[in-house]
């Protein structure tokens, strides 16, 4: 994603908790000599993300984005360990607030923080609570703070749908790709986003002048895909199911006889 950033010319800083990881995507991102500065930071960590910040000399950056976050949990919410739900708020709504408090004050007059929240916020699937309302905190948080620290600062969210990133690296590659075509096939544009689609919407949040307090969607139609199937596919779905039913019926009955 920060390549849209240095394609326009920019310099960057990419923060995670991983060295190696985060020198794979110096590379990966390119550009010219000094474009990506590299720094480790678990952005969970409200005294590391105050010492990264006081290192930090004020107006050296236009923008903040806070994309960071480790595994969510899925599950049924009444069975869902509690703490587990906290730990998802640790990096989906408190690691952006550290960010915040302590990044603004060093970013440019005319900057802008951007956020990133998730569709299942507005269009939640079953098991997914946890960051149904931990999306729901970011957008919230994004409405405050634009209220809050503007004029000096722009403060957005982007909403992205399902998008291909190492999020869905831990499940087998089998059902990884099975995952994100099902996904696809749902939506209005037959596809999950990529990467460089994020991007965009990204360096849009942190450049236009008269955005602000913005959730921008960006989902591949995701909020308005097909959420009942048409009629008569329904009816049929219905009377095989039916038959099956039956067939499996007179099965046991034959068993049962025998
Ligand atoms: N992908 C999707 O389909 C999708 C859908 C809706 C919303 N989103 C949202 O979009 C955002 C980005 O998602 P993504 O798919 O790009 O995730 P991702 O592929 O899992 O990447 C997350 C990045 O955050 C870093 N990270 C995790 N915890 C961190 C921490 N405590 N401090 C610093 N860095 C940390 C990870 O690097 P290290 O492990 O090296 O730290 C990793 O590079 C998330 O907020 C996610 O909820 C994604």
């Known amino acids: 994603m920060p390549q849209e950033f240095v394609a326009h010319g920019g310099r960057v800083m990419i923060c995670s908790r991983n060295t190696s990881k985060l020198e794979a995507a110096a590379q990966f991102i390119g550009g010219a000599p000094g474009s990506v500065e590299t720094r480790v930071l678990d952005n969970t960590d409200e005294s590391q993300v105050r010492s990264f910040f006081d290192s930090i000399e004020p107006g050296q950056f236009d923008a903040l984005i806070v ?41 440019r007059d005319g900057g802008a923080i951007v956020f990133v929240s998730g569709v299942l916020c507005r269009r939640p699937g079953a098991n997914c609570t946890p960051l149904v309302a931990a999306n729901g ?28 990133t190492e999020r869905f690296d831990h ?44 959730v921008l969607d960006v989902d591949g139609g995701h909020q308005v895909r097909q959420y009942a199937l048409p009629n008569d596919l329904h009816a049929r779905l219905k009377r095989e199911r039916e038959a099956q039913n039956e067939q499996h019926e007179s099965n046991d009955v034959k068993k049962s006889c025998e």
């Open 171 to 214: 499940l087998a590659p089998e059902k990884r790709q099975a995952m994100l075509e099902a996904t696809g096939d749902s939506l209005p544009l037959k596809c999950v986003g990529q990467p460089p689609d994020a991007g965009e919407a990204l360096y849009f949040l942190a450049t236009n002048k008269f955005s602000t307090g913005v």
């Open 137 to 164: 905190s970011v957008e919230a948080l994004t409405r405050g703070l634009a209220l809050e620290l503007g004029p000096r600062l722009r403060v957005n969210c982007l909403s992205p749908g399902f998008f291909d």
């Open 67 to 107: 994309t960071a976050l480790g595994r969510a949990v899925h599950g049924p919410f009444l069975n869902l360990d509690v703490a587990q739900a906290r730990e998802l708020f640790e990096g989906k709504l408190w690691g952006p607030w550290y960010c915040a408090k302590y990044g603004a004050p060093k970013l």
